[in-house]
C-alpha cells in the first residue's frame, strides 16, 4: 500500500514539474538582424527533428517580434530561422526557462544570437488590428473586456480594406483580455471576446 501511494506522489510530483516548465519555457523571438525572417522553429534540444514553421503563413520582418509557446515542457531547447533571399542562423541549447528573449542580430550583422535575462514587462494590450478577410470593415470598437461598453468607432470616417492594418492603443497594466466588434459593408457584425493581445504584435481578424 505504502509502495503504491509513493509511486502515486511520484506521479503527480512529475505532473507538476512538467506543467510548470512548459508555463516557463516561453520567450519573445526578437529579429533585429535588418532582414525578414521568412520561417522559424523551435524544438526540444533532446529531439532532432525541427517540426513545423511556427510562424505558419506570416513572417517576422526586421524590428518585429514574436511571443513562442512551445509545445513541449523542455526548459532546455533549440531554435532556427530562416531568411527571405537565403541564409539561416541558429541558437542551440538554450535554457528558455531562465529568459524571456531571444533576439538575432543585434550587431551580429545578421547571424548568430543572443539571450537577454528576463525581467518584468507591464501588460500592455496594445496591437495593430490587420484585416485578414476578403471583405471591407466598415466599423472597428475595441475595449478591455474590463470596460463597460465598446467605446468610439475606431475607424471613424475611415474604412479597413482586405489587408490593411490600423494601430489599436489601449490603457497599459490592466489586463490583457480585448473584445472586438467589426461590422463589414453589408452591415453584418461579428464580435470575438476576451481575446489575449499582450503578446502580440499584429492581431490579424479573419
Known amino acids: ?16 514539474a512538467a506543467g ?5 519555457n516561453r520567450f519573445w523571438l526578437i529579429n533585429e ?9 523551435v524544438s526540444a534540444s533532446r529531439v532532432s527533428d525541427w517540426g513545423p514553421d ?3 503563413t506570416s513572417v517576422l ?27 539561416e542562423s541558429s541558437r542551440m541549447q538554450v535554457n528558455a526557462c531562465s529568459i524571456s528573449r ?3 542580430g543585434g550587431g551580429g550583422g545578421g547571424a548568430g544570437a543572443q539571450v537577454a535575462p528576463a525581467r518584468p514587462v507591464a501588460a500592455n494590450p496594445s496591437f495593430n488590428f490587420v484585416n485578414g478577410t476578403g471583405s471591407t470593415i466598415r466599423e472597428l470598437y475595441v475595449s478591455l473586456s474590463t470596460d463597460g461598453g465598446w467605446g468610439p468607432d475606431r475607424l471613424g470616417t475611415q474604412v479597413l480594406g482586405p489587408r490593411q ?16 466588434r467589426v461590422v463589414y459593408m453589408n452591415g453584418q457584425a461579428v464580435e470575438r471576446r476576451r481575446q489575449e493581445t499582450c503578446h502580440l504584435n499584429n492581431f490579424v481578424w479573419r
Not at 538582424?33 to 522553429?41: D, M, W
Not at 492594418?165 to 472586438?180: E, F, H, K, S
Open 33 to 41: 538582424t535588418g532582414r525578414t525572417i521568412e520561417r522559424a522553429y
Open 61 to 87: 520582418p526586421r524590428g518585429e517580434r514574436v511571443w513562442v509557446t512551445p509545445h513541449f515542457g523542455d526548459c532546455v531547447l533549440d531554435v532556427r530561422v530562416t531568411f527571405q533571399g537565403g541564409g
Open 20 to 24: 510548470s516548465a512548459q508555463a516557463q
Open 54 to 56: 511556427i510562424l505558419g
Open 165 to 180: 492594418q490600423i494601430a489599436v492603443r489601449l490603457p497599459a497594466g490592466v489586463t490583457c483580455a480585448v473584445d472586438m
Open 1 to 16: 500500500m505504502r509502495r503504491h501511494a509513493l509511486a502515486l506522489f511520484a506521479l503527480l510530483a512529475g505532473l507538476v
Open 102 to 104: 531571444i533576439v538575432f
